[in-house]
T-cell receptor, first 114, second 113 residues
Framework: NAGVTQTPKFRVLKTGQSMTLLCAQDMNHEYMYWYRQDPGMGLRLIHY???????AKGEVPDGYNVSRLKKQNFLLGLESAAPSQTSVYFCASTETSGGYNEQFFGPGTRLTVL | GENVEQHPSTLSVQEGDSAVIKCTYS??????FPWYKQELGKRPQLIID?????GEKKDQRIAVTLNKTAKHFSLHITETQPEDSAVYFCAASQGGSARQLTFGSGTQLTVLP
């Protein structure tokens, strides 16, 4: 049981380049989330999904797109990277039964945009 | 939307002393308050959580208290150890079907041997 995994672990982009971050979970969770973590600002929600085929905007969605074509995968895309998107990106998932439950986080992707 | 304020941003304590981290939230509809611990270079991990129908919860050396009237909640760590050194985040859930969390800005706790 791998839990939540993220690919890649590190990436360096030039301004204007595009890339996709992959999040995968093997816990059969319905809900998945993408956060960015910047120094002194905690974790901020970018986009989230409440099930296969659904996505919704979080607190800081501008410049990002997401897709949830399969229940176990949640993709985060940057179409035209900007230096302001330099950050550590975390994916998380949670189950829906029994009320509020723990969000399980992936190991993170450190992205630098030059 | 929800806004969560966390204080202090850094906290240093001597090994064996207690540490207290405080958070306030803005949305009175929030009803779930987890605390996450993040060690350097690692992922955040849940250490304790509390729901709004409970005023206090303990788990060994860790406790969380909630004051719904004042809209604040606190993390208490007793008998601190060097392995408690990490960044701690509070969060609040404003309800709704997506169970979104709004996080505080984090507290860097350093336990000095």
């Amino acid at each position: 049981n791998a839990g939540v995994t993220q690919t890649p672990k590190f990436r360096v982009l030039k301004t204007g380049q595009s890339m996709t971050l992959l999040c995968a979970q093997d816990m059969n969770h319905e809900y998945m989330y993408w956060y960015r973590q910047d120094p002194g600002m905690g974790l901020r929600l970018i986009h989230y999904s409440v099930g296969e085929g659904t996505t919704a905007k979080g607190e800081v969605p501008d410049g990002y797109n997401v897709s949830r074509l399969k229940k176990q995968n949640f993709l985060l895309g940057l179409e035209s990277a900007a230096p302001s998107q330099t950050s550590v990106y975390f994916c998380a998932s949670t189950e829906t039964s029994g009320g509020y439950n723990e969000q399980f986080f992936g190991p993170g992707t450190r992205l630098t945009v030059l | 939307g929800e806004n969560v304020e966390q204080h202090p941003s850094t906290l240093s304590v001597q090994e064996g002393d207690s540490a207290v981290i405080k958070c306030t939230y803005s949305d009175s509809a929030s009803n779930y308050f987890p605390w996450y611990k993040q060690e350097l270079g690692k992922r955040p991990q849940l250490i304790i959580d509390i729901r709004s129908n409970v005023g206090e919860k303990k788990d060994q050396r860790i406790a969380v208290t909630l004051n719904k009237t004042a809209k604040h909640f606190s993390l208490h760590i007793t008998e601190t150890q060097p392995e408690d050194s990490a960044v701690y985040f509070c969060a609040a859930s404003q309800g709704g079907s997506a169970r979104q969390l709004t996080f505080g800005s984090g507290t860097q706790l350093t336990v000095l041997p």
